[in-house]
């Protein structure tokens, strides 16, 4: 919302792209200066064998109560990690892929749902429909805001799960709009209601699931040891898919039509609600090690004497017998 209000009054000054990347400058400064402010995270000079800065990092974060218990929790999650790094053929094909699986393709269903194309063609698509690109960009912002605050309330009261399952299923809803707008004729009393309300719709109903919960669930289903070569393997994907998305929507828009196009979006909408429904679970409420126990089952294997079996005793239930 303020790069609306700064970019639209500037518009009409020669040259005001200039202006917003100036004007930019100043978010950035703040951010810097704010960075010296930051604590460092614990859990790196954790690692580093910097205890006691760990701790004193603990105290600033959670009051001094609670460190120890911090430090405790610390030492259970790195224990039996390995020092060495993390390749990235252990993160596509080792004991690990299912997760960075999970959140590589949440963020590909992300941008291949078509929402960057949306946000950065909504003026032209409103432009087609008759409404002015200005205000166009304000309902698109309104819209992104206001779903952003309903996800904010109902993140840790409904879970993650159930707002992705409803985010993408409300935007397969809303291309469906979009596609039923696009087929009618232009003379149709309401296409224009039908055509804007799709689109918005589309944005409300990403910014409350699909916008927020992947980049807080990607952090909580990966396990420590691997987190950061994983997140920057997941973000890879999404901007990979973000740039493609974008270079293509307008020349697509224009070669297959808007009913084709934006059926393909809400297949992938769609396709997102059976992935999430399949593989993604909920951590609302749950530790890491649980979550990390839950998508990593871990089990030891034994013959019994005199029996062809196997016994399989996983962490997060009990034995289960295979026979031979």
């Not at 218990?69 to 094909?93: H, N, P, S, Y």
């Not at 420590?224 to 920057?232: L, M």
């Amino acid at each position: 919302m303020a790069s609306l209000l700064v970019g639209i009054p500037v518009k009409s000054i020669v040259g005001w792209w200039r202006y917003c990347f100036w004007i930019s400058i100043i978010p950035a400064a703040v951010l810097a200066l704010a960075m010296v402010f930051c604590v460092e995270s614990p859990h790196w000079l954790y690692k580093q064998g910097r205890i006691a800065e760990a701790e004193a990092e603990f105290g600033r974060l959670l009051g001094g109560s609670h460190v120890k218990t911090a430090i405790a929790e610390l030492t259970k999650l790195d224990r039996g990690e390995e020092a060495d790094g993390v390749k990235l053929t252990e993160l596509i094909f080792g004991r690990h892929s299912r997760v960075v699986f999970i959140g590589s393709t949440l963020f590909a269903l992300q941008q291949l749902s078509g929402i960057n194309a949306v946000f950065y063609f909504s003026s032209t698509v409103f432009r087609r429909s008759g409404v002015s690109s200005n205000l166009a960009n304000v309902f698109v912002g309104i819209s992104n805001l206001t779903g952003s605050i309903v996800a904010l309330i109902l993140m840790d009261k409904l879970g993650r799960r159930i707002l992705l399952l409803w985010s993408f299923f409300g935007m397969a809803a809303a291309m469906a709009l979009q596609v039923c707008a696009a087929s009618l004729p232009t003379s149709t009393s309401g296409i224009f209601y039908l055509s804007i309300g799709g689109m918005l719709m589309f944005v409300l109903t990403f910014a409350i699931g699909a916008g927020p919960v992947p980049g807080l669930l990607l952090p909580e289903i990966l396990p420590s040891r691997i987190r950061a070569k994983a997140v920057a393997f997941c973000m890879s994907v999404h901007w990979a898919l973000n740039f493609f998305v974008g270079l293509m929507f307008l020349r697509l828009l224009e070669q297959i039509g808007p009913q084709l196009l934006y059926s393909i979006f809400g297949t992938f909408c769609l396709l997102a609600v059976v992935f999430v429904k399949r593989n993604v679970m909920e951590t609302k409420g749950k530790s890491l090690q649980e979550i990390e126990i839950a998508l990593l089952p871990q089990c030891r294997i034994y013959k019994e004497s005199g029996a062809r079996s196997l016994a399989l005793f996983f962490l997060d239930g009990g034995p289960k017998f295979l026979g031979l």
